[in-house]
């Protein structure tokens, strides 16, 4: 009788501080989706834009800007953008038949995490540009239409809601 005394007390102890753990976690979940959507609202923005007409022989560019419209510094990898020479597919190019252009580029394997010197920072208000030539890269056939969709955010983190559509198209 004496023990079950001390256990009642116990576990009221033991089931508040539970119940307090449980308050400060969802406190705690609730403060980091905060942080996450201002840092969300805090990102880079990626513009794209490629010309499909190309003299014979020429390159067909893309044309990666990114711009940094908030006021800190932002680093991005350089990993699956044209900031780095063609080393992977960042891009998912669909013609108009909704069939995926294939990838014809070299394929590099990754040392994860990726190291310091795969990044590159942009300033304030600033932004970078970068051009790839997607017939090196890119099994594309002249006078088809294409969208192109940049998919290389999970490695360099930065994300685009663009999507460019071209025509392929040499002029002699």
Not at 110 to 128: E, K
Request: hydrophobic share 40%; proline share 5%; glycine share 6%.
């Amino acid at each position: 009788m004496k023990h079950i005394r001390l256990i009642i007390p116990a576990l009221i102890i033991l089931f508040s501080a539970c119940s307090e753990a449980t308050r400060n976690t969802s406190n705690i979940i609730s403060e980091n989706a905060s942080q996450t959507a201002a840092n969300k609202s805090d990102s880079m923005e990626v513009k794209l834009k490629i010309n499909g007409n190309v003299v014979n022989g020429e390159p067909l560019l893309l044309r990666f800007v990114v711009l940094n419209n908030t006021d800190s510094v932002k680093r991005f990898c350089i990993w699956h953008t044209p900031f780095e020479p063609l080393m992977s597919s960042y891009l998912s190019i669909i013609n108009d038949k909704g069939e995926e252009a294939q990838y014809i580029g070299a394929m590099a394997k990754r040392v994860m995490p990726p190291p310091a010197s795969s990044y590159t920072q942009v300033n304030p208000g600033d932004s970078l540009v970068a051009n790839a030539d997607l017939l090196k890269a890119y099994d594309l056939k002249k006078g088809s239409s294409y969208k192109a969709i940049y998919t290389g955010g999970n490695m360099s983190g930065l994300m685009s809601k663009d999507t460019v559509t071209f025509v392929y198209n040499e002029i002699h």
